[in-house]
């Protein structure tokens, strides 16, 4: 988990912040442990999955395909949060905890934009950054690097709420058809 591959990044260094899922991996496994054999399952799935890739050698740096992982690994960090926020502890204590919170989050944003950003065929060069730290044209290329295809967007939410209106028209005609059925059936 926490290199993967040779020169690669593992999940931990890709994503500091997947460190304090672990944390509450017991709190989940407490709740529902229906939803913890899921989210273990889910997650070694994709790890088998991604870890029998035919795209997989050195120059790709395949640490990007784990960024999935870091939504999956999130929901067993929500219940180690509310068992930290449960406890009665000072207002200092608690601060603590919430900034080392935002800061491994964004740490971790950080380092997968810059590790895709680096990947193979994402050519991130350095010398175009403007020395300041966050100008809009630094932010503006970095992230037309990372996301090449954004412009794609606006096509495929149409796509998609093309899909969503008609799935939604075909179940309004269903539920019109069970509510004659109910009508009929009542009279």
Same mark, same amino acid.
Do not use: C
């Given at each position: 988990?926490?290199?993967?591959?040779?020169?690669?990044?593992?999940?931990?260094?890709? /994503?500091?912040?997947?460190? &304090?899922? *672990?944390?509450?991996?017991?709190? @989940?496994?407490?709740?529902?442990r229906r939803s913890f054999l899921l989210l273990i399952g889910l997650f070694t799935i994709m790890l088998l999955v991604i870890s029998k890739s035919t795209t997989f050698n050195p120059l790709t740096n395949d640490g990007r395909y784990l960024t999935p992982f870091v939504g999956l690994w999130l929901v067993p960090m929500a219940f180690w949060i509310d068992?930290?926020?449960?406890?009665?502890?000072?207002?200092?204590?608690?601060?603590?905890?919430?900034? /080392?919170?935002?800061?491994? &989050?964004? *740490?971790?944003?950080?380092?997968? @934009?810059?590790?895709?950003?680096?990947?193979?065929?994402?050519?991130?060069?350095?010398?175009?950054?403007?020395?300041?730290?966050?100008?809009?044209?630094?932010v503006s290329y970095l992230l037309k690097t990372v996301f090449p295809s954004a412009g794609n967007l606006p096509m495929l939410w149409l796509i998609e709420l093309m899909i969503g209106s008609t799935l939604w028209v075909i179940w309004q005609w269903y539920r019109h058809q069970q509510n004659k059925k109910i009508i009929q059936a009542a009279m």
């Open positions: 988990m926490l290199f993967f591959g040779d020169n690669n990044q593992g999940l931990f260094l890709l /994503a500091p912040i997947a460190i &304090l899922s *672990l944390f509450g991996l017991r709190s @989940l496994w407490r709740y529902s068992t930290i926020a449960e406890k009665r502890q000072s207002e200092r204590s608690f601060s603590v905890k919430r900034i /080392a919170l935002y800061g491994l &989050l964004f *740490l971790s944003i950080r380092n997968q @934009l810059l590790h895709i950003a680096f990947s193979w065929n994402y050519d991130l060069d350095l010398s175009r950054l403007a020395r300041m730290a966050m100008p809009p044209q630094n």
